[in-house]
């Protein structure tokens, strides 16, 4: 035993036997009762030092010695509620759950009228699986202690998990009477009343709650979302539309009513700037909406959609400026809009709050390669290979780049590292033995050239690659 385990233990023994002395000491001293001095019988003494006795071995967890001193107390003293009390506890200390619930039912038995013997005896039947049993000691507690709110609520948890709901509600319903409508009572009776297949009174329950709290707006998406989830587009929407009249920036309202609007893409994400402007909206919610939008730009389906979705963008970062998928989604519109420069520079700003968005590097590096900015490719996939050393795409745009800047070793050297990265990707195979032949062109080794193409085109059959070998015949 530690020093410390060693000091806890002595101070227990110290202080129970502290107690035992100070009561034993006051009860054969002078006591006054009633204004009058009287003296406490020498075995009354002797019962109260047997009593305390088995309490300070129960606390000590001396469970053997507490076990024998409340039956030899008890076996003279079977009607003293307390000590069967203690009993229980220590038989349950020991897992002896027979005995421990037999121990506490004869405490209840002494004192019906205390709580705490009860509510001990509920717990014990709970632990057991005795949930029927547990019910019927909290029914006992609500008629005795009608006022205890916990009570009700215990009453009501029991009653569902023995099949009883209607029971439960009865208990949530008490409990609302002295409480007042709560979130978590209401939560409660919504999901008695889902269960009872009861829809209309499950809404009921939302609609009261909102009602209560009239600028708790939370309260009213509950109910809207609810709806929703049953079909029920109507109340849905008007819930949607009391929510945006009395809440006239809400952007979840103006989300969902965009949603149920059969306008445009554009018109959609129009009625989504309040929702993209609000900073206590989460960025990961208002990507959610915009994404499946912006591949649509590249399709040209709709003119106003990119102008839309280019100011969302810029709302994006505005919003939360030092969030990194802010800038990389704002120069995703501007990548499939079709605007390098700009998508670049949107990429670099991502870039600078966190590297390891790895479509950010992809875009950049396939921007500056259309650009022919080959030096900065073979700069900034240098930077990616650093923090994605396992790509082997990086590894193709350093060599493509490396190769128009003429450096055909350094092109080789990568793409033989990216060779066996590629796994069983036959495409991405291809692609590296068809780079590895234009670098050994350049090198001026047509035989060994001739022989990457002629893999290469073995397992894509591009047409591209036989004119290459065609060329060196």
């Known amino acids: 035993m530690h020093n410390k385990s060693i000091k806890i233990a002595t101070l227990k023994i110290i202080f129970v036997s502290l107690l035992v002395l100070r009561i034993a000491t006051d009860m054969l001293g002078q006591n006054t009762i009633g204004g009058i001095k009287t003296s406490v019988p020498e075995s009354e003494v002797k019962r109260q030092s047997a009593f305390l006795t088995a309490e300070r071995e129960r606390i000590l967890a001396h469970w053997d010695k507490a076990l024998e001193a409340y039956k030899t107390f008890l076996f003279e003293n079977p009607d003293y509620d307390a000590a069967w009390y203690g009993l229980a506890r220590t038989y349950e200390a020991t897992n002896d759950m027979v005995n421990a619930m037999d121990a506490i039912s004869k405490a209840v038995v002494k004192a019906p009228e205390n709580r705490w013997y009860l509510l001990y005896q509920a717990d014990l ?26 009570f009700y609520d215990k009453l009501a948890y029991l009653a569902v998990l023995n099949d009883d709901p209607k029971k439960g509600l009865k208990a949530l319903e008490k409990l609302e009477q002295l409480e007042g409508i709560s979130e978590e009572n ?15 009174k499950a809404a009921e329950e939302y609609r ?3 009602a209560a709290y009239p600028n708790t707006v939370r309260y009213r998406y509950q109910l809207a979302d609810f709806y929703q989830q049953i079909g029920d587009k109507v109340n849905a929407r008007k819930t949607w539309e009391d929510i945006a009249n009395k809440f006239p920036n809400d952007p979840l309202a103006a989300r ?20 993209v402007a609000d900073p206590t909206v989460s960025i990961d919610t208002k990507i959610k909406e915009i994404v499946p939008f912006i591949s649509k730009i590249d399709r040209n389906e709709d003119p106003a959609l990119s102008t839309i979705l280019l100011e969302l963008g810029a709302l994006l ?3 939360h400026p030092a969030d990194a998928k802010a800038w990389s989604i704002s120069g ?7 605007k390098g420069p700009e998508a670049l520079e949107k990429y670099r700003q991502c870039l600078q ?13 396939n921007i500056l390669l259309a650009q022919k900015n080959y030096p900065e490719v073979v700069r900034m996939a240098e930077k990616a290979m650093d923090v994605f050393p396992n790509q082997p795409q990086i590894c193709l745009y350093y060599a493509t780049a490396a190769i128009a800047l003429g450096h055909y070793d350094d092109a080789l050297n990568q793409l033989d590292q990216a060779l066996p990265m590629a796994g069983k990707n036959a495409n991405l195979i291809a692609d590296i033995l068809d780079l590895s032949g234009n670098a050994l062109i350049g090198k001026g080794d047509t035989a060994k050239a001739k022989k990457m193409w002629e893999k290469a085109f073995d397992i894509n059959k ?7 070998i065609n060329r060196v015949q």
């Not at 709970?126 to 709110?149: I, Q, S, W």
């Open 332 to 338: 995703d519109i501007f990548y499939f809009s079709n």
């Open 353 to 365: 709050i966190n590297q390891g968005i790895y479509p950010v590097w992809d875009n950049s590096l």
């Open 462 to 468: 591009n047409p591209a690659i036989q004119e290459k």
């Open 186 to 200: 209401t939560a409660k009776k919504h999901l008695i009343y889902l269960g009872l297949g009861d829809r209309k």
């Open 317 to 319: 970062e505005k919003t």
């Open 256 to 275: 969902a009513l965009a949603n149920q609007q059969n306008g445009s893409a554009a018109e959609y994400l129009t009625a989504l700037r309040p929702l």
């Open 208 to 210: 009261k709650l909102s």
């Open 125 to 150: 039947y709970e632990k057991n699986g005795r949930n029927k049993d547990a019910l019927a000691c909290y029914e006992t507690l609500v008629k005795r202690f009608p006022d205890t709110p916990e």
